[in-house]
């Protein structure tokens, strides 16, 4: 239950607008799950508090599938960058990735121009690419 404030209160910083554009796309769906958790764990707690068996049921349950959610997401995220890695470039303080180096999957969704314009977008907005106008 005091993970799901936290996620919350993480969810609402996003919504608040501290964080840059490109994360703040996360602000909802991290609220959604803070939320879920909250009436996960609520329904487990009252089930126990007053032995109410049908909602300690359904607390198993809905436990269940959120942990299968994530499992499922684990390696799916770990399908799609298993061959991502680094490349030490010189002169150069961070790794340089290519899309070549991770999975067909991750690089059909990212060469799609719609996708491809939206990361653009978001990558001008902050200091981290400021060349990128003139070299795409």
């Not at 809905?62 to 061959?83: H, K």
């Not at 961070?94 to 719609?114: P, T």
Request: charged share 15%; hydrophobic share 55%.
């Amino acid at each position: 239950m005091i993970l799901s404030i936290l996620i919350i209160d993480a969810g609402i910083w996003l919504l608040n607008g501290q964080a840059d554009s490109c994360v703040q796309f996360l602000q909802w769906p991290v609220i959604i799950l803070g939320v879920l958790i909250l009436i996960v764990s609520l329904a487990g707690f009252i089930g126990g508090f007053w032995r109410i068996s049908w909602l300690l049921i359904m607390y198993l349950v809905a436990m269940l599938v959120l942990v299968i959610l994530l499992v499922c997401l684990v390696v799916f995220v770990y399908m799609v960058t298993l061959r991502g890695h680094g490349n030490i470039e010189p002169n150069w303080a961070n790794l340089e990735y290519r899309m070549d180096d991770f999975s067909g999957y991750l690089c059909r969704r990212l060469r799609s121009s719609f996708k491809w314009d939206r990361i653009k977008s978001y990558l001008s907005q902050t200091n981290m690419c400021d060349e990128l106008n003139q070299s795409y």
